[in-house]
């Protein structure tokens, strides 16, 4: 600072050399108000003669024709000649802050604004309760500005977010759902059966192809009730090429309670993997009290692997509007293979309602003994771990509320209750596949194409994309399949496993 110091008085004095001999005048402003100053000045002694001294000081200030004095710069005062002694005085009493009146004058005059606020009654405590809440706005106020600055940052990095178009368009079209279309080799699974024998230990892959092709089956003779097919007519189930793909995510598209077109992101890899769809009854109709609650396990016809959560029986954790509590659900325990198939199974993606939200009973922990395999796929976490129980968070937004209070516009049903509801968790894989279907001796031909996500160990969504087009569509009068002569997927695995192996479970 005293380098700084030693620089502004030389170049103040500068400053004043160059401007010397500038003809820079006052303005016409400055001229009227000296002149008012002037006669204001001279009218009480107008009588008296003009003193030497008077005519000393009209002649400093040169004036021009117009009457506007000369100006220059003036390095001759005070406060100019006190500059050096600044970092000297800074440096013994502290910066002019530190002893100034003006705090303390300025804070005296928010006080008196207190004092006439009150009703001049018990002023202290008023005064008290006013500079309390003066506060809470202060503190509201740069919250509020906190958080608008966090928006706009977040909008920022929307914005160099790239659009996905197929996610956009199936939001424009009115489609349910849209899953990618592309079959990239890294996606690719080249062989379902050897895939799932070399996952035959886990609990989730036990059951897999018998259930996948008892889902196919029931999807295209139009059955999707819980139908029962025997081991035959499972058997008759052929894919084509024995290969499926997998994808990351699944956009499920809804209309909301106030009639507009909403979209969830689903991606078994992170949080975003629960789901909402409408439970059947027994006798095949859909109450309008009735959900299921599903985590996605990635796959790729379109289909959705799930493994399902069931409320909670204790009367203790009984949730509902009526209980004021949260419904409880969580996984059920695997001990035996009628465990597993109540555990896992398949849904089609158009099933689905939307999202939801569940939040983990950190109370009641987590547990790693849930599935008899402790590295499955469908673990919750990538630890291989399950939390026990979920909160189902009904007020996660007001399109959900509305579907538990019923009266959405928007909404097909009215409202959801608790009684009839399962619940499920969505697994880790999504695949395509292509499968001829063949029933009984008059064919039945369906080409389907699925892609899914997920690789051994890593959650993700198990999709299937049907695309029967018009003229290959299933009739009884077509005739052979155009897939019989392909071999099924037991045969084409006869490089990886033996060949006396069950073709019911492909392994």
């Not at 160099?160 to 368009?169: C, Y």
Request: proline share 4%.
């Amino acid at each position: 600072m005293k380098k700084l110091t030693t620089k502004l008085g030389s170049e103040l004095r500068n400053f004043a050399e160059v401007t010397q001999n500038m003809n820079v005048r006052e303005t016409p402003d400055e001229y009227t108000r000296w002149k008012k100053r002037q006669a204001a000045a001279q009218a009480p002694r107008s009588t008296q003669p003009a003193t030497s001294k008077s005519k000393s000081k009209a002649s400093v200030p040169s004036e021009t024709a117009d009457g506007r004095r000369i100006c220059f710069f003036n390095i001759n005062t005070y406060k100019v000649h006190a500059i050096g002694d600044y970092v000297d005085t800074i440096a013994e009493f502290g910066t002019t802050d530190s002893y100034s009146t003006q705090i303390c004058e300025l804070q005296h005059r928010f006080i008196k604004n207190q004092f006439e606020r009150t009703n001049k009654k018990d002023v202290v405590e008023q005064m008290t309760r006013i500079g309390d809440v003066s506060s809470a706005l202060k503190r509201m106020d740069l919250e509020l500005e906190q958080r608008e600055a966090q928006l706009q940052s977040q909008i920022g990095d929307l914005a160099t977010l790239p659009l996905d178009p197929e996610g956009l368009q199936s939001l424009l079209d009115g489609s349910p759902y849209t899953i990618g279309q592309t079959e990239r080799s890294a996606d690719l699974i080249p062989s379902i059966t050897r895939w799932i024998y070399e996952q035959r230990h886990d609990d989730a892959m036990k059951f897999f192809i018998p259930q996948l092709k008892r889902f196919f089956l029931a999807r295209f003779l139009g059955n999707r009730n819980d139908p029962k097919f025997n081991e035959e007519e499972i058997l008759g189930i052929r894919f084509h090429q024995d290969r499926m793909y997998r994808h990351k995510t699944l956009r499920i598209n809804y209309t909301s309670y106030d009639v507009l077109r909403q979209q969830d992101l689903l991606n078994p890899s992170t949080s975003n993997r629960f789901i909402l769809l409408p439970a059947q009854s027994e006798d095949g109709s859909t109450p309008p009290p009735s959900v299921s609650y599903g985590n996605v396990v990635p796959r790729r016809e379109d289909f959705v692997h799930v493994r399902w959560l069931y409320y909670n029986t204790d009367e203790a954790r009984q949730g509902g509007w009526d209980e004021c509590r949260l419904d409880h659900i969580g996984y059920e325990q695997c001990y035996t293979d009628q465990d597993l198939l109540d555990s896992f199974d398949f849904v089609h993606p158009s099933d689905i309602i939307r999202a939801v939200h569940l939040i983990p009973d950190f109370q009641s922990g987590s547990s790693g003994t849930l599935l008899n395999f402790a590295k499955s796929i469908a673990h919750d976490s990538e630890e291989h771990w399950d939390w026990k129980y979920y909160y189902v968070n009904r007020f996660v937004d007001r399109d959900m509320l509305m579907r538990y209070l019923g009266g959405g516009i928007g909404h097909y049903r009215y409202a959801i209750g608790s009684s009839d509801v399962t619940l499920g968790s969505e697994q880790n894989e999504r695949e395509g596949i292509e499968v001829s279907v063949e029933t009984g001796e008059e064919g039945k031909n369906g080409n389907m194409e699925s892609e899914g996500e997920g690789s051994d160990g890593e959650e993700s969504i198990c999709l299937a994309l049907d695309e029967v087009s018009d003229e290959e569509e299933p009739s009884v009068d077509e005739g052979p399949s155009e897939f019989e002569d392909d071999v099924s997927e037991d045969e084409m695995e006869g490089h990886a496993v033996d060949e006396d192996e069950d073709d019911l479970y492909g392994f």
